[in-house]
T-cell receptor, first 112, second 115 residues
Framework: SQKIEQNSEALNIQEGKTATLTCNYT??????LQWYRQDPGRGPVFLLL?????KEKRKERLKVTFDTTLKQSLFHITASQPADSATYLC???????????FGGGTRLMVKP | KAGVTQTPRYLIKTRGQQVTLSCSPI?????VSWYQQTPGQGLQFLFEYFSETQRNKGNFPGRFSGRQFSNSRSEMNVSTLELGDSALYLC??????????????FGDGTRLSIL
């Protein structure tokens, strides 16, 4: 079965630096890969979606890359701020009609 | 537009009881998915409904069921509750005909505690 790995240890970085979070998967590549942010006690909030045939997607300070050879997606937050502190989840879908499978999430702490 | 609304926010039940959770999707969204989130297993897909039909189902026992109404509102039911059912239950809606090639819009969940 598909396994999705995100670094379970918290990532601590200094304000203003770039945060890079990793999502690795096994087996075959998904058609769609999504990233979400989740704050304590709240539901996940959608950030970015990247398709299998796309290498990179950007939105303001956020950037996602998708490398099907490495079976990996990287999620970057540039000029990080304390308000970016949250848990970030990646999620994969193999086609539009298939279910979304989530990784365990990585907690990001941005210190002032 | 109002976001996804889940009720109730918190619920306490005892083993053996049953529970019904409610989800109102964003207006115009016809797809509703349900997820269970626990510290040990993370976010796991339960099922997805589109236009009152279940299209996808995750790997959960038959005690977990759901339905969707003609106005796209959805309910999920868990019967014969077990201690391990304690979790945050999240509902998400999405627009269009596709499902998982679209952003999922989540509610803030129902926190279910089983005593």
């Amino acid at each position: 079965s598909q396994k999705i790995e995100q670094n379970s240890e918290a990532l601590n970085i200094q304000e203003g630096k770039t945060a890079t979070l990793t999502c690795n998967y096994t087996n075959y590549s998904p058609a769609y890969l999504q990233w979400y942010r989740q704050d304590p006690g709240r539901g996940p909030v959608f950030l970015l979606l990247i398709r299998e045939n796309e290498k990179e997607k950007r939105k303001e300070r956020l950037k996602v890359t998708f490398d099907t050879t490495l079976k990996q997606s990287l999620f970057h937050i540039t000029a990080s701020q304390p308000a970016d502190s949250a848990t970030y989840l990646c999620a994969l879908a193999y086609d539009a009609g298939n279910m979304l499978t989530f990784g365990g999430g990585t907690r990001l702490m941005v210190k002032p | 537009k109002a976001g996804v609304t889940q009720t109730p926010r918190y619920l306490i039940k005892t083993r053996g009881q049953q529970v019904t959770l409610s989800c109102s999707p964003i207006s115009g969204h016809r797809s509703v998915s349900w997820y269970q989130q626990t510290p040990g297993q993370g976010l796991q897909f339960l099922f997805e409904y589109f236009s009152e039909t279940q299209r996808n189902k995750g790997n959960f026992p038959g005690r977990f069921s759901g339905r969707q109404f003609s106005n796209s509102r959805s309910e999920m039911n868990v019967s014969t509750l077990e201690l391990g059912d304690s979790a945050l239950y999240l509902c998400a809606s999405s627009e269009g005909d596709g499902t998982f090639n679209q952003p999922q819009h989540f509610g803030d969940g129902t926190r279910l505690s089983i005593l």
